[in-house]
Structure formats: structure tokens, C-alpha cells
């Protein structure tokens, strides 16, 4: 596998991350699985997506499933606390994930990010003829950078949909949660509920629970990028856990290989667990 980091225009940073794009190497036509990759199994890829709080995956030439669904095309996740299984039933993968600010999603599409969570949609089942479009584009784009140009085109086109919505004032909640480990004064607790429910799609303490395991996953790599040694009770420390045993009950619970497992594989971004790192 290889793969492509890319980054939106300027201005849609505040709601999407980046662009995330994975392709097995060799031509559409002679894709084959890697012999050495334990994440082959009976000739299908699987690709763990990690806990997230929503993203769209675009796929090309591939039938997948998601969750036990059988896709071809876009994808919506709502924001989950499990790992969802990606299998390629064709035993290669092309396809990119588009990774969103918390509330991102919302700001340029509105989509109801409540009863999204914990889903996995089709553009069709979801009814966005202007997704429907984008998913086309993919699947016959020449190259991945053209798509992210007309996707950034498309997206900067949705932002004037965002007029019901403070983003300042969410990203505010957002980093006083972060700051509060979720712990929100009982006063304040019902506004935050709401802001969060309709605008990140999950409640404050699950949304905490996300980013203190992606953080502590993203320092595992990139150490190991580095090639220092990675300390668990270190990096547990440093993201708010208690200890590292509570560190890695939080992994398994929320699907993840445990720690030391994760410790293992070594490669920042690696083809075999990490590309959809969210």
C-alpha cells in the first residue's frame, strides 16, 4: 500500500483536517496482496477505520463492506467509539478519506450529526445529489490531486449553508471541554450537550475518550518515526490517562489492538492498521 496525505484550501481548514489517499500498489489490473501483510486474509484486505466523529470515505473500482455493509462508492461515518472493519472483497483498495474537524461536517452540509452517529450511509441512501456528483468525480477523476481540487470547489460552494451555526463559539465548547476532560460544570452541562449532540454528533465525555486515544496514538507513531523507544506509561501520562493500565482498557473497549500490540507495528501511518488514523 502507499499512500497520500493532502491538505483542503486555506479556507476550509477549520472544517476539514485533510485528505487521506490509499492505493495498493501495481496497476488496477494486477493489484495484488502483499505476501507479507497480516492484514490480508483469504485473499480480502481488511483495514480497521479507527473511533472517529465522522468522515466520508471515497472508493473507486472496489466493492467493499463497512461495518458489515456491502459498498462501491461514497461513504458517510457518523462519529463512533468503535473500530468499524473495512474489508475489500476484491483484495486490493483505492479509495481517499476526507477527515473533519469536530462539527466540520455540519458547518458545510448540515447534516444531522445525532442521527448520523454510529451509521454508515451511502451518498444515495443520504439523498446529496451535490455528494452523488462528488463521489462521480472520484471514481473518474485522473489523479487524486485533481479530485481534492474540485472537492475543495465543491465544499467552499457549501459554506454559505453554515449561517444556523456559531462555529466560533463551537470551537470554544470544543477546547473547554478538551481542557475539562469532559468534566463541564452541571450549569453549563446542558448547552454543551446540545452544541455537541447536533454539532459533533456524540456527548462531551465520548468526544474526550476520541481525542486523548487519537493523541496518544499519533505520539506512539510519531516516536517510533523517530525511532526513539516508546514509553507506554510515558505517553499514557502525557494524554490524561490515570495509568497505563487504564490507557489500555480505553484501547481494547474502543476496538483498538492494545499498546503494546500497536507498539509493535511500528510504522507512522503504516499500510496495515493506521492510513485512516482520524
Known amino acids: 500500500m502507499n499512500f497520500q496525505i493532502l491538505y483542503p484550501a486555506e479556507a476550509l481548514r477549520p472544517y476539514i483536517t485533510r485528505y487521506v489517499y490509499v ?3 501495481g496497476s488496477t489490473d494486477t493489484m495484488t496482496p ?12 481488511v ?15 472496489v466493492v467493499s463492506e463497512i461495518g458489515g455493509k456491502h459498498l462501491e462508492g461514497l461513504t458517510l461515518l457518523g462519529a463512533n467509539q468503535q473500530t468499524i472493519g473495512l474489508t475489500t472483497v476484491s483484495g486490493w483498495f483505492e479509495g481517499l478519506m476526507l477527515i473533519f474537524e469536530p462539527g466540520g461536517m455540519y458547518a458545510l452540509l448540515g447534516i444531522d450529526l445525532q442521527q448520523l452517529a454510529g451509521k454508515v450511509l451511502t451518498a444515495e ?15 473518474t477523476a485522473s489523479t487524486v490531486q ?19 451555526i456559531n462555529y466560533t463559539r463551537l470551537r470554544k465548547v470544543v477546547a473547554a471541554c478538551e481542557e475539562a476532560k469532559g468534566n463541564i460544570a452541571a450549569a453549563e452541562m446542558a448547552s454543551v ?8 454528533g456524540i456527548p462531551p465525555k465520548q468526544f474526550v475518550r476520541l481525542q486523548r486515544l487519537h493523541k496518544a496514538l499519533q505520539t506512539m507513531q510519531t516516536e517510533a518515526a523517530e525511532g526513539k523507544q516508546i514509553d507506554l506509561l510515558g505517553v499514557a501520562l502525557k494524554h490524561g490517562y490515570y495509568d ?21 507495528l511500528g510504522i ?10 482520524a
Open 268 to 277: 507512522p501511518l503504516s499500510a496495515d492498521f493506521s492510513v485512516f488514523f
Open 244 to 264: 497505563l493500565s487504564h490507557m489500555a482498557m480505553e484501547f481494547q473497549q474502543m476496538g483498538c489492538v492494545s499498546p503494546s500490540q500497536f507498539r509493535m
Open 125 to 139: 441512501e443520504y439523498g446529496d445529489q451535490g455528494l452523488i456528483h462528488c463521489d462521480l468525480l472520484f471514481k
Open 34 to 45: 502483499p505476501e507479507d501483510s497480516p492484514r490480508f486474509v483469504n485473499g480480502k484486505h
Open 23 to 25: 492505493r495498493a500498489e
Open 146 to 164: 485533481d479530485f481534492v481540487r474540485s472537492a475543495d470547489a465543491f465544499f467552499m460552494g457549501r459554506m454559505t449553508r453554515k449561517e444556523d
Open 47 to 61: 483495514q480497521p477505520l479507527l473511533p472517529n466523529y465522522g468522515s466520508f470515505v471515497f472508493m473507486r473500482n
Open 193 to 200: 450537550l446540545r452544541v455537541f449532540r447536533t454539532y459533533v
